[in-house]
């Protein structure tokens, strides 16, 4: 019996494709990447053109201790957010006990707690705006303005994007009649973005605050 043969005597032979959602988010974030290696550069050649001490001189205005409580809330939203992926993988869309007991959460719950600490993010950002403005630190004023607000702005939105992406989870989750592969498939791909504006902001935080401050201050 030749091999062909063999082959279809045992039964069709089902090739496992690559989900093409989540290959198509994967290039995406690819070329976001490429979009925020462009910003980072940008930062550094404005840098080095200011000078240190000009760049010391701005950077002393930043609020290092709330910057790094805002972070740690950025941070902590992937833990969580990873929770709901957990939860989609096992095809739990609700928590199956009390809601005091985070072991039984779905990934409603855990995406709902991603979204608020994503939002008291953009809030602590918009906070920190205000403060800078107050201090006279513009986009209009100096080199390091422009190319702080460009660059965090960016990013803000950025995790803007991921909450309006969060909500369609959601809501598309709450609509849906049962949780199925598409409702899990759509909770997982909307991890990888959130996950990406974490790693982003924490190298923005990196340079920005411990390079450009913390280093200059302590």
């Given at each position: 019996?030749?091999s062909?043969t063999?082959?279809a005597?045992a039964?069709p032979?089902h090739?496992?494709?690559?989900?093409?959602?989540s290959?198509g988010?994967?290039?995406?974030?690819?070329?976001e990447?490429?979009?925020?290696a462009?910003?980072?550069?940008m930062?550094?050649?404005?840098?080095s053109v200011?000078?240190?001490?000009?760049?010391?001189?701005?950077?002393?205005?930043?609020?290092?201790p709330?910057?790094?409580?805002n972070t740690?809330?950025?941070?902590?939203?992937?833990?969580t957010?990873?929770?709901g992926?957990?939860a989609?993988?096992r095809?739990q869309?609700t928590?199956?006990?009390?809601l005091?007991?985070v072991?039984?959460?779905?990934?409603?719950?855990w995406?709902v707690?991603?979204f608020?600490?994503?939002?008291?993010?953009?809030?602590?950002?918009?906070?920190e705006?205000?403060e800078l403005?107050?201090h006279?630190?513009?986009?209009?004023?100096s080199s390091?303005?422009?190319v702080?607000?460009?660059?965090?702005?960016?990013?803000a939105?950025?995790?803007i994007?991921?909450?309006?992406?969060?909500?369609?989870?959601?809501?598309?989750?709450?609509?849906?009649?049962?949780f199925?592969?598409?409702?899990?498939?759509?909770?997982?791909?909307?991890?990888?973005?959130w996950?990406?504006?974490?790693?982003?902001?924490?190298?923005l935080?990196f340079?920005?605050?411990?390079?450009?401050?913390a280093?200059?201050?302590?």
């Amino acid at each position: 019996m030749s091999s062909t043969t063999a082959v279809a005597a045992a039964g069709p032979v089902h090739i496992k494709r690559p989900n093409t959602l989540s290959v198509g988010v994967m290039i995406w974030l690819s070329s976001e990447l490429m979009f925020f290696a462009g910003l980072f550069a940008m930062y550094f050649t404005h840098r080095s053109v200011a000078g240190p001490e000009a760049w010391a001189e701005a950077t002393s205005v930043l609020n290092f201790p709330f910057a790094l409580g805002n972070t740690t809330i950025l941070v902590l939203s992937s833990v969580t957010c990873q929770m709901g992926v957990f939860a989609a993988e096992r095809f739990q869309a609700t928590r199956t006990g009390s809601l005091l007991n985070v072991a039984k959460w779905g990934m409603l719950e855990w995406y709902v707690l991603t979204f608020i600490m994503g939002a008291i993010f953009v809030a602590g950002q918009v906070t920190e705006y205000t403060e800078l403005i107050h201090h006279g630190v513009r986009i209009s004023t100096s080199s390091y303005g422009s190319v702080f607000y460009i660059t965090t702005g960016f990013h803000a939105l950025h995790v803007i994007g991921g909450l309006v992406g969060f909500l369609y989870v959601l809501g598309s989750t709450f609509a849906a009649k049962r949780f199925g592969h598409l409702e899990a498939g759509r909770a997982v791909v909307t991890s990888y973005y959130w996950h990406f504006v974490d790693v982003v902001w924490i190298g923005l935080f990196f340079v920005i605050y411990v390079l450009d401050y913390a280093l200059i201050h302590l």
